[in-house]
């Protein structure tokens, strides 16, 4: 299965919610993208980040770290923590998996893949 293209991202995690699109390429195991998102802070404020990802597909889990993150906030540059992507269930059509940050911020998100 080749899991190369373009999917929207939905991400609920301990603050808030982040919701955008992810385009990802795959050849062989090795697989890179970019998650593109916004990410809501419940009642408090939202920051616009792009983060460049790489990682490998082992034994049908993916597991893609973090290369370069660039987070916006009311449209100035901010310090943001780069995450961890880890895939529990991946289909042609949906990959679910669960996100983790070095002050261990945890998330559960969905990629749908788009048609």
Known sequence: MNISGNWTY???FEYGNSVGEV???QSGNEV????SFTEAVENNYSIQ???KVKGTIIDGKLLLESVEVKALQNGREISYLPNT???HRITENQIIGSTFDSE????????ERKV
Do not use: A, Q, Y
């Open 49 to 51: 980040v792009t983060e």
């Open 23 to 25: 385009e990802l390429t």
């Open 10 to 12: 939905n991400e609920d």
């Open 104 to 111: 261990n911020v945890c998330g559960i998100f969905v990629l």
């Open 32 to 35: 890179s993208g970019v998650f």
């Open 85 to 87: 992507f880890e895939t």
